[in-house]
T-cell receptor, first 116, second 114 residues
Framework: AQKVTQAQTEISVVEKEDVTLDCVYE???????LFWYKQPPSGELVFLIR??????QNEISGRYSWNFQKSTSSFNFTITASQVVDSAVYFC?????????????FGPGTRLSVLP | NAGVMQNPRHLVRRRGQEARLRCSPM?????VYWYRQLPEEGLKFMVY????????ESGMPKERFSAEFPKEGPSILRIQQVVRGDSAAYFC????????????FGEGSWLTVV
């Protein structure tokens, strides 16, 4: 069975600090996809990144970076020089096999508060 | 998530009434998924539909909930005789095909049962 754990329920940082959000997953499949979504206070879900299980290369997009390590089943998300607009709930998600949308399993989310 | 349209964004219903939530997928997308987010929780899969077909409804409560995606028009999630426990955010997502693609979410519909 697939499972996603986000051990950090809430994190508070001061603006300009770096912050890492942890995600640990469980799956028996060799083919799977990992995602991060952002849910700002307005409520919508914003897609941030998708990674497949065969690509462990880390990715950087502006202030965002992701560290995928199969050896520890982790897919951590780092925000560099955080800003108030980064305040949101962040969800890590896992989809096994052929990435059918019904196979998405979401973690419980991490609420990030960036204080001015 | 641009392009998946959900309405209404907010809906208030009294216990026992019916709630209808609509979802228009992104242009070119023929696969629709409904998820529910209970307060302070992550999203849970409910149902997966293609045009005129329910592919997987394993996450749907057995009673009072139904979903459809007709040949023409939006997908509809229908909740009959709502109860307080149905209060949640309901998210629709769509994808252009079943495999290898990211799903994109709408902005959600917040149902409050009073």
């Amino acid at each position: 069975a697939q499972k996603v754990t986000q051990a950090q329920t809430e994190i508070s940082v001061v603006e300009k600090e770096d912050v890492t959000l942890d995600c640990v997953y469980e799956t028996r499949d060799t083919t799977y996809y990992l995602f991060w979504y952002k849910q700002p206070p307005s409520g919508e879900l914003v897609f941030l990144i998708r990674r497949n299980s065969f690509d462990e290369q880390n990715e950087i997009s502006g202030r965002y970076s992701w560290n995928f390590q199969k050896s520890t089943s982790s897919f951590n998300f780092t925000i560099t020089a955080s800003q108030v607009v980064d305040s949101a709930v962040y969800f890590c998600a896992l989809s096994e096999g052929d990435n059918y949308g019904q196979n998405f399993v979401f973690g419980p989310g991490t609420r990030l508060s960036v204080l001015p | 998530n641009a392009g998946v349209m959900q309405n209404p964004r907010h809906l208030v219903r009294r216990r026992g009434q019916e709630a209808r939530l609509r979802c228009s997928p992104m242009k070119g997308h023929s696969h629709v998924y409904w998820y529910r987010q209970l307060p302070e929780e992550g999203l849970k899969f409910m149902v997966y539909l293609q045009k005129e077909n329910i592919i997987d409804e394993s996450g749907m409560p057995k009673e009072r909930f139904s979903a459809e995606f007709p040949k023409e028009g939006p997908s509809i999630l229908r909740i009959q005789q709502v109860v307080r426990g149905d209060s949640a955010a309901y998210f629709c997502a769509s994808s252009p095909s079943a495999g290898g693609n990211t799903i994109y979410f709408g902005e959600g519909s917040w149902l409050t049962v009073v």
